[in-house]
């Protein structure tokens, strides 16, 4: 009886967690099966999948777009990595030596300038663009790669994340190195490197979604058609028309296969701290 009890109640879970899993998933999969349908088909949230796939998704990507008709979706698409791929990777490594020299070096009022990277992080992300668009204007990075990238590196988020798990870091490891006659530089990249790959790898993978979906920024930051991302790029083809249906679905399909694959490791370099 404990054991069919075991069971009846392990299938409700799996219930629960399928229904919900469906429910969060219908709404994106009927927008993907009305972009399946022939163009003459009326664009509506439908459940039936349509035989023109190849179709639609290949004229949508050999497509010119924009009022020059010199912008592709593949470009908004590499717009869109580098975006990502580059706000993640800059971020991760201004988090990692900022918590590295915040813990392991006698900084004073370390405590404080950690709590007051932290500050930054209750402040609504729209109260810095102004501000942060004239220092870009000034540095003459407006319609730059490296303007859509740079003013968005700086965060205590990734720096809290690093400082927590340099703090589970035993002490006896720093004190070996030091004896081994291993100076600062040498400490970090051959110990504290290596421990942080599962972290950092997470913390990229987070955040190059992030960077991939950003839209308010490049809106204010980009007027040349040749620097849009995909996001950016969705008003050339119509919200609500086919190929903005299909626009969107390509630029959910990267960020959302990458969390599909990579969940567990996202978890454990997160939040188990495992190695």
């Not at 400490?187 to 960077?211: C, Q, Y």
């Not at 959910?252 to 694959?261: D, G, K, N, S």
Request: proline share 5%.
């Amino acid at each position: 009886m404990h054991s069919f009890r075991r069971w009846q109640a392990c299938i409700l879970d799996h219930a629960i967690l399928i229904a919900g899993a469906l429910f969060m998933c219908l709404p994106v999969y009927s927008i993907f099966a009305a972009t399946t349908h022939a163009p003459g088909v009326p664009v509506v949230p439908r459940l039936d999948p349509g035989s023109a796939v190849l179709e639609n998704y290949g004229t949508l990507i050999s497509a010119n777009a924009g009022f020059t008709g010199d912008v592709t979706v593949l470009t908004m698409v590499w717009n869109s990595f580098l975006l990502g791929a580059g706000f993640a990777a800059l971020k991760v490594a201004v988090s990692l030596l900022a918590a590295y020299s915040l813990i392991y070096f006698r900084v004073k009022y370390a405590s404080v300038i950690f709590w007051l990277l932290l500050l930054s992080l209750m402040f609504p992300l729209e109260s810095r663009f102004l501000p942060t668009y004239a220092v870009v204007a000034d540095l003459g990075l407006v319609n730059t790669r490296a303007g859509l990238i740079v003013p968005l590196v700086a965060s205590g988020l990734g720096t809290l994340f690093f400082r927590q798990f340099f703090m589970t870091v035993p002490d006896t490891l720093m004190e070996s190195a030091r004896l081994d006659g291993a100076g600062a530089i040498k400490f970090f990249r051959d110990i504290l490197l290596p421990l942080s790959v599962p972290t950092a790898a997470a913390l990229f993978l987070v955040l190059f979604v992030t960077g991939w979906n950003q839209y308010l920024w490049p809106v204010i930051v980009t007027s040349e058609e040749s620097t849009y991302t995909l996001v950016r790029g969705m008003q050339f083809f119509g919200r609500a028309s086919l190929f903005g249906l299909s626009l969107a679905i390509l630029a959910i399909l990267p960020p959302a296969l990458l969390v599909i694959l990579f969940q567990r490791q996202v978890v454990k370099g997160l939040f188990d701290g495992s190695h």
